[in-house]
C-alpha cells in the first residue's frame, strides 16, 4: 500500500514501478511492494531513469537548512565527477591556518627592516653604503614567507567556501563545487587579488635596483621618499589584509587560537606594542638618516673646497673608505656630533645609533625609540617647523592613544567577565 504523498508523486511511482522487472520483484521487499526507492524518500525528487533498478539503489544524502525541509548533498557518484574540494574545517586545514597567520604576522615584522639597510660609513668622510648582508637576510626571509603565502592562494582554488546567500537566513552552507570555488575566490577583491597584491616584491625590487642608483646620484630626499612611500603604499594593506585573514578563519572555523583567554589578549597587545613601535621607529630611522644626510651637504656647500661625496664608493654595494682630513672635521662635528647646535629635533637620538655603529644597536634602538613615545603618546618629542616632522609627531601620538584605549577595552572586558563568572556562582 503507498503511503500517503502527493498526487505528482504518485503517478511518478505508478510510471516507475510498471517497468520493473517481474523476476527482480520477487527478490527485492522494496520492490515487491510496488514502489520505487527514490521516488518514496521525503524532501526534494531525484530525477533518475524511468526503470528502477533494485540492485542500484541511489545513496541519498540530505541536509537540513534554514529556512527549508530538505536539501539535497552531492553523492558519491556526483564527487567522481570533478574535483574534490577541501572542507576548511578539517584539523588539517585549521593547523595551516595557524601557520599562515604566524607567516603573515612575521611579514609584518620583517618589513621594516629594509628601512636599516643604508647605512653611515665614518672610516675617513662620513658618507652611506647599503649593507649587502643584511639586504640578503632580509630579501630570503620575506621571499620564502611570501612563497608559503603563494601556497595559500593555490589551496584557495580547492577550499570550500561560506554561501553568502547562506548566511541570510542564518544559517551558513558550505559549497563544493570546485568551479564555483575558483570563479568566486577570482572575483573577490579581498580574495585573490588582495592577496595577490600582498606578496609583490616592491621592497625588494626599490632595495635592489632603485635605492643604489639614486644613492650613486646622490639624491638623498628621493632615496627616502621612495622607501617610505613604497613601504606605506604595500604596508597599510598588508595590515589590513592580516586582520581581514583572521576574521574570516574565525568565521568558518571558529577560534584559530585560544583569543578568549585573557591571557592572549594580553599577549596580543603586548604584539601590537612591539609590532607598532617597530614599525614607528623604522619610520623615524628614515626620516632621520634623511636629515643627517641634508646635514652633511648643507655644511659641505657652506665650507670651502668641500668634495664631499654621499656615497662612499664607486661600488655601492660595500663600505667604501675615504681619505680624510682636516677639511671634514668641522663637518663631522657639526652633523655627528652628539652635542651638536644643528637642528635634528626629534631626530637627534639618532647620533646614539651613528656612534654605537652596530647593527644591533641600529635595530633595538629605534624600536626603545618607538615604545618609549607610543607608551607616552609623544609626550617627550620637541619636534623643529619642518611639516613632515610634525606630521610624523602626530601620527605617533594617535598611534600610541589608539593602542593605550585598545588595551583598556581589553581590562574593561576582562573585568566584565569575571564579575559575571561571580554572579552565576551566587
Same mark, same amino acid.
Given at each position: ?22 523476476? %527482480? %520483484? ?7 511492494? /510496488? ?18 533498478? &533494485? ?17 539535497? @548533498?552531492?553523492?558519491?557518484?556526483? @564527487?567522481?565527477?570533478? &574535483? ?9 586545514? /585549521? ?70 546567500? *547562506? ?12 568551479? %564555483?570555488? *575558483? ?19 616592491? &621592497? ?59 591571557? $592572549? ?11 607598532? *613601535? ?15 644626510? *641634508? ?26 673608505? @675615504? ?13 655627528? %656630533? ?30 626603545? $625609540? ?12 620637541? &619636534?623643529?617647523?619642518? $611639516? ?39
Amino acid at each position: 500500500m503507498l503511503p500517503s504523498l502527493p498526487r505528482w508523486k504518485l503517478n511518478k511511482v505508478k510510471h516507475c514501478c510498471n517497468n520493473i522487472n517481474d523476476s %527482480d %520483484d520477487q527478490d527485492d521487499p522494496i520492490f515487491n511492494s /510496488k514502489e520505487c526507492y527514490a521516488c518514496t524518500q521525503v524532501g526534494v525528487p531525484v530525477f533518475h531513469s524511468t526503470r528502477c533498478d &533494485p540492485n542500484h539503489q541511489p545513496q541519498l544524502r540530505w541536509e537540513r537548512t534554514a529556512g527549508s525541509s530538505m536539501t539535497l @548533498l552531492p553523492t558519491s557518484t556526483d @564527487l567522481k565527477s570533478r &574535483p574534490r574540494a577541501i572542507d576548511p574545517r578539517s584539523s588539517s586545514v /585549521k593547523r595551516w591556518n595557524r601557520i599562515v597567520l604566524m607567516a603573515r604576522g612575521l611579514s609584518i615584522a620583517v618589513d621594516p627592516l629594509f628601512f636599516y639597510v643604508l647605512a653611515l660609513s665614518q672610516s675617513g668622510a662620513p658618507c652611506f653604503y647599503m649593507d649587502v648582508a643584511l639586504a640578503l637576510v632580509v630579501t630570503v626571509v620575506r621571499t620564502c614567507l611570501d612563497a608559503l603565502h603563494m601556497a595559500h592562494i593555490l589551496l584557495q582554488f580547492k577550499l570550500a567556501y561560506v554561501s553568502s546567500e *547562506s548566511m541570510v537566513i542564518g544559517c551558513g552552507n558550505l559549497v563544493w563545487d570546485s568551479r %564555483d570555488i *575558483s570563479l568566486h575566490y577570482m572575483r573577490s577583491l579581498r580574495g585573490f587579488w588582495l592577496d595577490a597584491f600582498v606578496i609583490l616584491p616592491i &621592497p625588494q625590487t626599490v632595495i635592489w635596483l632603485i635605492v643604489p642608483r639614486l644613492l650613486r646620484e646622490e639624491k638623498t630626499r628621493l632615496i627616502m621618499t621612495t622607501l617610505l612611500l613604497t613601504f606605506l603604499f604595500q604596508f597599510i594593506p598588508k595590515l589590513y589584509h592580516s586582520v581581514y585573514l583572521a576574521k574570516r578563519f574565525k568565521k568558518v572555523t571558529g577560534y584559530i587560537f585560544a583569543y578568549g583567554n585573557i591571557w $592572549w589578549r594580553f599577549k596580543l597587545n603586548v604584539i601590537a606594542y612591539l609590532t607598532a *613601535s617597530h614599525i614607528a621607529g623604522g619610520c623615524w630611522h628614515v626620516l632621520a638618516t634623511q636629515r643627517v644626510m *641634508s646635514c652633511l651637504q648643507q655644511q659641505c656647500e657652506a665650507s670651502r673646497n668641500c668634495n664631499l661625496s654621499i656615497y662612499c664608493s664607486k661600488q655601492v654595494f660595500s663600505a667604501g673608505k @675615504l681619505s680624510g682630513g682636516n677639511a671634514f672635521t668641522k663637518i663631522t662635528t657639526m652633523c655627528l %656630533d652628539e652635542d651638536t647646535t644643528f637642528g635634528y629635533g626629534i631626530y637627534k637620538p639618532l647620533l646614539v645609533v651613528y656612534a654605537g655603529n652596530t647593527l644591533a644597536v641600529r635595530i633595538l634602538y629605534p624600536i626603545y $625609540w618607538g615604545l618609549i613615545n607610543l607608551g607616552s603618546f609623544a609626550n617627550n618629542l620637541i &619636534p623643529t617647523s619642518d $611639516w613632515l616632522e610634525l606630521i610624523f609627531s602626530c601620527f605617533v601620538t594617535l598611534v600610541g592613544l589608539g593602542l593605550f584605549i585598545t588595551l583598556l577595552g581589553n581590562i574593561q572586558i576582562f573585568l566584565h567577565s569575571v564579575m559575571e563568572n561571580k554572579k552565576k556562582m551566587h
